[in-house]
């Protein structure tokens, strides 16, 4: 049990950081580039990196390669205790709307 709460506080503490909880929101509406995750946030790319990197290793995140690139998204399998903030997360969806990168695009898939 004690175990479990360890867990719990460390992935709570993960959240708690501004930039990762923006990019969880942005996440929540679709599976995103780190192109696109840069461009919203307004960071650099190997900033927003380490914080994707972070949210992989405690399995809130997962990434698929398709060529150069890497795709997020929310890991379905995740805690219900992190997946209960999902509802409570503002909408995003304005801001992935306004993307435009040439570098990708995840819906071009078939």
Do not use: F
Not at 10 to 27: F, H
Not at 28 to 47: A, F, H, R, W, Y
Not at 50 to 73: C, F, I, M
């Amino acid at each position: 049990m004690e175990q479990k709460i360890q867990k719990m506080a460390d992935t709570y503490k993960l959240l708690a950081d501004k930039t990762r909880l923006t990019i969880v929101a942005l996440l929540k509406e679709q599976e995103l580039c780190v192109c696109d995750i840069t461009d919203v946030i307004g960071m650099s790319q190997p900033n927003a990196s380490q914080h994707l990197r972070k949210l992989k290793s405690a399995g809130l995140l997962n990434e698929r390669k398709k060529g150069q690139w890497v795709y997020y998204s929310l890991n379905p399998a995740a805690e219900s205790y992190v997946q209960c903030i999902y509802e409570h997360l503002p909408s995003m969806k304005s801001k992935i709307v306004c993307l435009n990168n040439d570098c990708c695009s995840p819906q071009e898939e078939g």
